[in-house]
Nanobody, 119 residues
Framework: VRLAESGGGFVQSGGSLRLSCAAS????????MGWYCQASGKECVLVAR???????NAADSVKGRFIVSRNNAKDTMYLQMNSLKPEDTAVYYC??????????????WGQGALVTVSS
């Protein structure tokens, strides 16, 4: 199972970016998926999470600005990032709990996508 992120880049403060995370491989079902970020010198923290029923939760710092969504048919998750601030600058990692069989579930991470927001 592999998670591939895309959509990172450089944007000015107030701008928008959309991250994608596509899962591939031997997948029976994907339950929860989430985005985490790690700023330079800081811990990796949860940004937003979406469950297989579509319910979501997000960090207070991004509520009202970031929207997490998923397309189950494509095994893909998105993060729409609006009104970006310099403090949003970080590497964003995709995370997923992948059910590969009735007995086996794997927690997978993507390689990370760098988002840089200039002031």
């Amino acid at each position: 199972v592999r998670l591939a992120e895309s959509g990172g880049g450089f944007v000015q403060s107030g701008g928008s970016l959309r991250l994608s995370c596509a899962a591939s491989g031997s997948i029976f079902q994907i339950s929860a998926m989430g985005w985490y970020c790690q700023a330079s010198g800081k811990e990796c923290v949860l940004v937003a999470r979406i469950r297989d029923d579509g319910s979501t939760n997000a960090a207070d710092s991004v509520k009202g600005r970031f929207i997490v969504s998923r397309n189950n048919a494509k095994d893909t998750m998105y993060l729409q990032m609006n009104s970006l601030k310099p403090e949003d600058t970080a590497v964003y990692y995709c995370n997923a709990l992948v059910v590969v069989s009735i007995e086996v579930s794997l927690e997978e991470w993507g390689q990370g996508a760098l988002v840089t927001v200039s002031s």
